[in-house]
């Protein structure tokens, strides 16, 4: 009887232990809860208080699963083998008997597999949740980044533009200056070739001027010759009057 009663609470406890995880999972399935809020809900100070002993209850629970689950393995060959089936049918109460320990041993097999599997699933969905969480937060900096950095370029775009404009008007400016010194250039080489044009004119007649004075020099000379040569002449018949 003793034996009876402690296997009755052992899988007691593990179909209750079942519906617990049932439970949390779908609480964590419920999709108007985001992974940040989970990730609040795990950052909170009773689980960096259990932190450290989590692993251990977590592998414990493993292993105590696994000793039940194959316990169940267990009875379920013992009950469905043909032993207890040969007996089963010589006598009819006994057959009643065998089926409902071969029930109980499969029911038994399905909760500890079913809390095994949900225990796994549990610890998988709390992972996935945390790193969903840390995903979102650096996915929402990185386009707080990205923010910036098209904020900054369009920025710089606009200073660009700016710029850009304010060098066309330099241009157009400078442009519209080059132009006028072009033609206050073009308007001093006219001046220029007008002046070099004047003082050449002026080197020729100066020369003209020159070659005329020389000629006049010359005549000069040779009249004044003359009028020598007209003296001694005229002193000589003088003195042969005498």
Known sequence: MKITVTMTLQWTAVAFFLYVEIAVNLILCIPFISAQRWRLIFSWRIWSWLSPYWNKCFFTMIMVL????????????????????????????????????????????????FSLFLWLIMRRVVTLLNQAAVTLENSAGLQAQMENAVKAAKQHQEDNQ???????????????????????????????????????????????MRRQAKGLAHEYDRLLREHHQLQNLQSTEDKKDQ
Do not use: W
Request: hydrophobic content about 40%.
């Open 162 to 208: 700016t710029l850009k404009q304010a060098l066309l008007e330099e241009e157009k400016s400078m442009s519209a200056k080059n132009q006028q010194l072009k033609l206050e250039v073009e308007k001093l080489a006219g001046q220029l070739k007008a002046a070099e044009d004047a003082v050449h004119k002026s080197h020729a007649e100066v020369e003209a």
């Open 66 to 113: 696994i000793v039940l689950f194959l316990d169940a393995v267990r009875e379920v060959q013992k009950y469905s083998g043909p032993e207890p089936m040969q007996d089963a049918k010589v006598n009819p109460n006994l057959y009643d008997h065998v089926h409902m320990k071969l029930f109980r041993a499969q029911r038994n097999l399905y909760i500890c597999g």
